[in-house]
């Protein structure tokens, strides 16, 4: 065999075998070859997901649960790639963080509603209230929105017509209980409940502060409503990425049954599946 036979040889096969290791499909032994998802989420309660996880893992996909203290970076870290994909947010915060900070992300399916309600370590009935009364709610636009709405359905303050779902301060055109409104951070409101009368409060937020949200809220929003709807929980991608079959594949694993069991379970009802 000559050189320049010798010579082609060696090439094909080292282009053969940088082809096969590209492709990433199996391991130099036959097996699958393990993907990763890194999914970001915000508060302690992972069950729901850790469920996800362990089926995810039957399949060799690993998902790793990147936590989140607070609503701001978990889009931040997706649009800079840190993690690949996250499922914190209501439909109507996501629209706006994105259209507020230019981000190119997507929803690619949706996971839970849950809804946001009134808890006091003060009093029992939302009548009771008394005039002049501290109230708190999130500070952030969206939920700050729908915490005047949820006040306003609660009978203590009234909105300007046509505000939508995000009305602001200015919006409030009657308060005849005169309520002293603070705006917090949505994640601190539960450790400065005892600092006010009554406290608007995220049904992830008071999950994780050990609040039973159909129990212990004092008035609870109305799952029924059409507006509701803008208050889905969903995963969020990079756009670029919103075809990607592993990812896909995490929302199928998600969207099933069990998962729907998992959630019955863990919030007792005070979340509800919308898939």
């Not at 009548?127 to 969206?142: R, S």
């Amino acid at each position: 065999m000559n050189i320049k036979r010798i010579g082609a040889i060696a090439i094909a096969l080292t282009i053969g075998a940088t082809a096969l290791a590209g492709c990433g499909a199996k391991s130099a032994s036959g097996e699958k070859k393990k993907e990763v998802i890194k999914l970001g989420v915000t508060g302690d309660d992972h069950r729901v997901w850790d469920n996800v996880k362990e089926r995810l893992a039957k399949e060799n996909i690993q998902l790793d649960i990147v936590t989140f203290s607070d609503y701001v970076r978990p889009n931040q870290a997706l649009n800079d790639g840190d993690i690949d994909a996250n499922a914190f947010q209501t439909i109507a915060y996501f629209d706006q963080f994105k259209k507020d900070h230019n981000l190119d992300l997507t929803s690619i399916g949706y996971t839970v509603l849950a809804p946001m309600g009134i808890y006091s370590k003060k009093i029992k009935d939302i009548k009771t209230l008394k005039d002049g009364a501290k109230v708190a709610i999130p500070n952030d636009a969206t939920n700050e929105g729908r915490a005047l709405l949820l006040l306003q359905d609660a009978g203590l303050i009234k909105l300007k017509e046509g505000t939508g779902i995000k009305p602001t301060f200015k919006d409030i055109v009657g308060n005849t209980k005169k309520l002293n409104i603070t705006e917090l951070v949505a994640t601190q409101i539960p450790r400065s409940i005892e600092d006010v009368d009554i406290a608007v409060i995220n049904n992830g937020v008071a999950v994780d502060a050990g609040y039973a949200p159909l129990k212990d809220s004092i008035y609870i929003e109305d799952t029924k409503k059409e507006s509701s709807k803008n208050y889905f929980n969903l995963i969020a991608v990079r756009t670029k990425d919103k075809d990607s079959t592993l990812l896909k594949r995490l929302v199928e694993v998600y969207q099933t049954d069990e998962t729907k069991k998992v959630i019955e379970e863990t919030t007792k009802g005070s979340s509800i599946p919308v898939f």
